[in-house]
């Protein structure tokens, strides 16, 4: 199984909602990321768990909040977003070893109203 | 710091032919890792092929391949015999020694097929 899987696919929020996007992979790998990428744009890295512990933190904002519960999960948690937050967010993992390429899910495409 | 530079925002291949996306790439760095992925429209992003620095020999797969140039710092992906389906955005990409799991993307060429 070469698939990391996210969920919702499409999320609408108000700018006062809270809400959790979900990447979910069975690789075994231990390193996961959290990516924004803008329409026409590369991805922008936000976060990286290596063994479920914060790696880095490409100092973002905290209305973004990672969580990373076991190997297999990934979690951010957003609340009181801006309409400039609106963008495709990417989850990746990867092995922890020399030649760890990255593996994408399909993204979750967030609107903020 | 490391830069990843893709100087060519679009390009256009008829189908069947062979096309080549460039790729430069700054750092001091001389264990390092370098990718090309490909993300077709609103689909998911896939790993086309990576080089490894300490590798002189070019990585090949199937129809794609690369040219590795260390010293130049260059690293283009060649396409051979274009299919409808390599239609899609090519990010080159460069990932810093082991431990640090930092990525850095170039800005990224469109590739259309032209049928």
């Known amino acids: 199984d070469t698939e990391v899987t996210q969920t919702p696919k499409h999320l609408v929020m108000g700018m006062t909602n809270k809400k959790s996007l979900k990447c979910e992979q069975h690789?075994?790998?231990?390193?996961m990321y959290w990516y924004k990428q803008k329409a026409k744009k590369p991805p922008e890295l936000m976060f990286v768990y290596s063994y479920e512990k914060l790696s880095i933190n490409e100092s973002v904002p905290s209305r973004f909040s990672p969580e990373c519960p076991n190997s297999s999960l990934l979690n951010l948690h957003l609340h009181a977003l801006q309409p400039e937050d609106s963008a495709l967010y990417l989850c990746?993992?990867?092995?922890?070893?020399?030649?760890?390429?990255?593996?994408f899910g399909p993204g979750t495409r967030l609107t903020v109203t | 710091a490391q830069t990843v530079t893709q100087s060519q925002p679009e390009m256009s291949v008829q189908e069947a032919e062979t096309v080549t996306l460039s790729c430069t790439y700054d750092?001091?760095?001389?264990?390092?890792?370098l990718f090309w992925y490909k993300q077709p429209p609103s689909r998911q992003m896939i790993l086309v092929i990576r080089?490894?620095?300490?590798?002189?020999q070019n990585a090949t797969e199937n129809r794609f391949s690369v040219n590795f140039q260390k010293a130049a710092k260059s690293f283009s992906l060649k396409i051979s015999d274009s299919q409808l389906g390599d239609a899609a955005m090519y990010f080159c990409a460069y990932r810093s020694p082991p431990g640090t799991y930092k990525y850095i993307f170039g800005t990224g060429t469109r590739l259309k097929v032209l049928a």
């Open positions: 750092t001091s760095e001389s264990d390092y890792y």
């Open positions: 080089q490894e620095a300490y590798k002189q």
């Open positions: 990746a993992s990867s092995q922890v070893s020399r030649s760890y390429e990255q593996y």
């Open positions: 690789m075994g790998h231990r390193a």
